[in-house]
C-alpha cells in the first residue's frame, strides 16, 4: 500500500511538472496598488493564465505580503506595476527585491512617465547598472515617429517597428515584423561595462527624453538621444534569474493590442503588441532560451597495439586522474526548454561551444562537435591528446550569450606522468638507436676479442723456445 501511495505522489509530480509551461514555476505575482487598474489589462492577464499561470494580486499596502515563505520563493515571477507613492514599501524595498533576484525570481518590471519613477526603483536599477534620468515625468517623445492619431501634439506614443532576429538559426524571442506601439515610454541607458545587461528594445534615432512639465530650455540638454536610449532592456543574472524593465507598462493595455495606428503622413496599421507581450513574458518567466546540462562525460580512449585486432577501448567514465598523452573524449549533453518541454540544442553555424583544457593557460581549446541527439538534448564532443605536462587540469566550457542561459561548467581532473612500467623499451624509441648500436657493437668487439684470445694457437718457434728456457732454469 506504500508503495502505491508513493507511486501515485510521482506520478502527481511529474504530471505537474508537465502542466508547468515555465521551467521554473508557474505562481506569478503582480503588485498592483490601484485595483481599478486591474480591468485595463484583461486580456494580458488572459494570456497568463491561458498558460496556465497562477496570477495573484497584492497590494503593496499589504503587511503581510512577502516573497519568501519558510525561506524559499513564494512567487517564482514577481511583475511590478509603478507604484504613486515613494516606493512599494516595507515588504518590496530594493534590498528585498535584490534577494529575491539571487533566489532565483524573475522580475518583470513596468516604469510610466505619467505615474513618474520613484527614486527606490532608480537606485535598485542602479545596482544592475541601469540608469533612468534624474528627472522622474521624463518622457520619451518623437516628432517623426508616433501616432498620429493618438499623440498628434504631444508625440509621446512611439511607433516602433519589431526588432529583428537577434540570433539566427534560434528560436526568435522577440523578434518578427509589425509595429509596436509604445506610450508615454521612460527611457533607459545600459552601463557598457556589465556583459549580463542587454538591450531589447530601442528608441527610433529621432527620438529623445525630457520632462514636458518644464520649460522648453530643457530639452537643449536631453538624458540621452537616439540609440542610446533604451526602451526595454533585459538583465540575466548569473543563477539565470531574469529582470526585464519594461519602459511603457501602458503598452500591455488592452486599447494598445491590436489598435489602429498612423505614421505621420503614413497609413494606417495594426499594432502587435500583444504578441510581443507574450514573446517579453515567455522570456521573462523562463520559458523559452532556458538552457540545461544534463550530463557531462569524459574518458580515455584506448587503441589496442597489435595491427590485427585494431580495437578501441573506452576506460572508465569521468575519473579523477589521466596520464600524459592519453586519447580523451568529452562530451556535455545540452538541452533548451521551449515553452512545455525540452528540445535539442543547436549551435548556429555562426556561433561554437568551445572546450578549453586548462591550467593556468588552456593547452587546448577545441569546437564541440554535434555527435547525437536524443528527444530533448544534443550531445557535444571532442576528442584530444592529453599534453606532455603534469598537474592539476580543468575540463571548462563557458558559454554565455544574450537571452540564452549561461552554460559554465568545470571538472578538474589530476594528470600525471608515465609509470615505471609504462615507458616504451628503448628499442622503440628511433633516437635510441645509434646509442644501442654503439653498446652492442661494443659488445660484440670484447665477445670478439675474447674468443680470438682463447683459440688462437701461438706459433710452434716461440713454444720450443719456452721449453728450452724453462728447463736451463731448472739446471
Known sequence: MRLFSSLCLLLLACLGLVSCRSAVGNRVLVILEDESQKSLYSKFWADLKAREFEVSFESPRNELLSLFRHGQLAYEHL?????????????LTPKILLDYVNAGGNVLLGLSSESGTPAAISSLLLEFDISLSPDKHSVVVDHFNHDAISAADKHDVLLVERPPQLRPDV????GGDGILAIPKAVGQ???PASP???PILKAPKTAYAYNPKEDAESVEDPFATGS????????????????????????????????????????TSKTVNQEFAKQLTEWTFQEVGVLKVFSVQHYEITTSSKPAENTT????????MYRIKNDVNFSLE??????????????????????????????????????????????????????DQHGIFAFKVNYKRPFLTPIEERHE???RHFAHDEWPRSWAITGAWPWLAGLWSVIAGFLFFVILWLYCEPPKEEAARRRKLSVSVSK
Open 79 to 91: 511583475l511590478l506595476t509603478p507604484p504613486k507613492s515613494k516606493g512599494y514599501g516595507p515588504s
Open 171 to 174: 528560436v526568435n524571442f522577440f
Open 189 to 191: 541607458t545600459l552601463g
Open 196 to 198: 549580463l545587461i542587454a
Open 228 to 267: 542610446q536610449l533604451d526602451l526595454i532592456s533585459a538583465l540575466q543574472a548569473r543563477n539565470s534569474a531574469r529582470f526585464t524593465v519594461l519602459g511603457s507598462l501602458e503598452m500591455l493595455q488592452d486599447k494598445w493590442f491590436d489598435a489602429s495606428v498612423k505614421l505621420p503622413g503614413g497609413k
Open 313 to 320: 577501448q573506452i576506460g572508465e567514465y569521468n575519473p579523477a
Open 334 to 387: 545540452i538541452g533548451q526548454y521551449d515553452r512545455t518541454h525540452y528540445v535539442p540544442f543547436v549551435v548556429p553555424d555562426t556561433d561554437a561551444l568551445q572546450l578549453e583544457f586548462t591550467m593556468l593557460s588552456p593547452f587546448h581549446r577545441l569546437p564541440l562537435i554535434p555527435s547525437s541527439t536524443t528527444s530533448n538534448s544534443t550531445i557535444y564532443s571532442a576528442t584530444f591528446t592529453t599534453p
Open 413 to 415: 581532473v589530476t594528470v
